[in-house]
């Protein structure tokens, strides 16, 4: 079982930046390629960007590519969300999620129903 616990989420006014921060538990993170969603009110879940286990291949949202990069940090269990130019659109729950079949070291996916383990989420709200 893995427990995934994300961060850094708040209020920012649009144009600004956040950087959100999943902690996972469990020895076998460095297997898992991670992905991270967002699900604005109303709205369902939707992908944002997912990350290689090997962080050799990362994948996004055509919402949000240029704006926002994903990495990861094996030793740390962490995978990061960096997000730059924030627009009122953006404001939602952020979700990081685990896929816990290991793949190749550059396979990643969107497909909301390949990831096994969820964190609890972490508001984003953007302010116009």
């Known amino acids: 079982q893995v427990q995934l616990v994300e961060s850094g989420g708040g209020l920012v006014q649009a144009g600004g930046s956040l950087r959100l921060s999943c902690a996972a538990s469990?020895?076998?993170?460095?297997?898992?390629?991670m992905g991270w969603f967002r699900q604005a009110q109303g709205k369902e879940r939707e992908f944002v960007a997912a990350i290689s286990w090997s962080a050799g291949r990362t994948h996004y949202a055509d919402s949000v590519k240029g704006r926002f990069t994903i990495s990861r940090d094996n030793a740390k269990n962490t995978v990061y969300l960096q997000m730059n130019s924030l627009k009122p659109e953006d404001t939602a729950v952020y979700y990081c999620a685990a896929d816990r079949v290991v793949r190749g070291p550059n396979w990643t996916t969107s497909d909301v129903r390949s990831y096994d383990y969820w964190g609890q989420g972490t508001q984003v709200t953007v302010s116009s």
């Open positions: 469990g020895r076998t993170f460095s297997s898992y390629a």
